[in-house]
């Protein structure tokens, strides 16, 4: 199987900055895209940024410019660096990784258990 373990969440006011990361262990033979989505209250899970195994990102508009995806390969770790965080960036914060397990398995969406991130005004 295969854990990814999200940190770095928090209370913090408007125009403040934190830190997400995120490691994946266990069973894993490569990943392929890696990605952070959130979900604030009553609201479907979205897509915040991705990142491919050789870098390529892309970011939801609503984060585009105040908002960097990272990821170091060998660690198998990916970051979420967030800048002039707003009210309505609260929500929970959850990794996601594309893993194949096995030379010969498929590769599959793993996820993690989500941190909070809290934005007051």
């Known amino acids: 199987q295969v854990q990814l373990v999200e940190s770095g969440g928090g209370l913090v006011q408007a125009g403040a900055s934190l830190r997400l990361s995120c490691a994946a262990s266990?069973?894993?033979?490569?990943?392929?895209?890696m990605s952070w989505y959130r979900q604030a209250p009553g609201k479907q899970r979205e897509l915040v940024a991705t990142?491919?195994?050789?870098?390529?990102?892309n970011y939801a508009d609503s984060v585009k410019g105040r908002f960097t995806i990272s990821r170091d390969n060998a660690k198998n770790t990916v970051t979420l660096q967030m800048n002039s965080l707003k009210p309505g960036d609260t929500a929970v914060y959850y990794c996601?990784?594309?893993?194949?397990?096995?030379?010969?398995?498929?590769?599959?969406?793993?996820w993690g258990q989500g941190t909070q991130v809290t934005v007051s005004s």
């Open positions: 990142i491919t195994s050789d870098g390529n990102t």
């Open positions: 996601n990784a594309d893993v194949r397990t096995r030379s010969y398995n498929p590769f599959r969406d793993f």
């Open positions: 266990g069973s894993i033979f490569r990943i392929n895209a």
